[in-house]
């Protein structure tokens, strides 16, 4: 039962990965250079809304999934690998792993929610205001905020990466019960 459940686990903490990191591979290698072609703004603007919304919703679930169920797996991981109790989390190198993979999560969530909720939406409003002229926003005002937006999500995507590394550490037990 005890492998049963850290199986069932481990594929939902994988299937929120993918969820969570292969839209951001999506949207940086095949969405912004297809859609710097598209030369009729209006078209281009509500794809990237839409996207963007299905971005939010599909990676939000990841994110949902890697937490709950990595959750899991911390909550269980002394009972899994029979761990008495009065050992300290420290004690191995388990301890250390799973602390700078939180760290690093909590750097990206920042960023994360920076380029969802502030950066992200002031690019498409600022795009959308040059296109129908509604406000004066300038080539200047765009490239400034798209250049923020681009170092936020490869931030994002690169961090993402570096957690991968974290968790995989933790996985390689030949490793990580080194003390
Ligand atoms: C963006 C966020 C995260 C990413 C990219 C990530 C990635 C990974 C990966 C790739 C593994 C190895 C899975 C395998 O066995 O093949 C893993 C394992 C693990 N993750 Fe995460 N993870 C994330 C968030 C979390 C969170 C929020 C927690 C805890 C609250 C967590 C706890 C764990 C634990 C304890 C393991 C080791 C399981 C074991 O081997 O017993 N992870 N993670």
Redesign the pocket.
Same mark, same amino acid.
């Given at each position: 039962m005890e492998d049963t459940l /850290?199986i069932i686990f481990?594929w939902i /903490?994988?299937l929120g990965?993918v969820l @969570?990191?292969g839209p951001q591979f999506f949207l940086a290698f095949a969405w912004v250079p297809t859609s710097r072609g598209i030369t009729d703004m209006p078209i281009r603007i509500k794809a990237m809304r839409t996207l963007t919304r299905r971005f939010l919703w599909i990676g939000g679930l990841g994110?949902v999934l890697?937490?709950v169920a990595?959750?899991y797996?911390?909550g269980d991981?002394r009972k899994?690998y029979n761990i008495p109790s009065d050992t300290s989390f420290f004690h191995y190198y388990f301890g250390s792993i @799973?602390v700078a993979?939180?760290v690093v999560?909590l750097v990206?969530l920042v960023l994360l929610s920076l380029h969802t909720f502030r950066t992200g939406p002031r690019l498409i409003d600022a795009m959308e205001a040059q296109a129908t002229g509604s406000k004066t926003v300038t080539d200047a005002d765009v490239r400034s905020l798209r250049m923020q937006s681009m170092f936020l999500s490869i931030s994002v995507l690169v961090l !993402?990466l570096v957690?991968?590394v974290?968790?995989?550490m933790?996985?390689t !037990?030949t490793f990580s019960f080194k003390s």
């Open positions: /850290h481990i /903490h994988i990965l @969570f990191l994110l890697l937490i990595g959750g797996l911390i991981w899994y @799973f993979k939180m999560l990206m !993402t957690i991968m974290g968790g995989v933790l996985n !037990t």
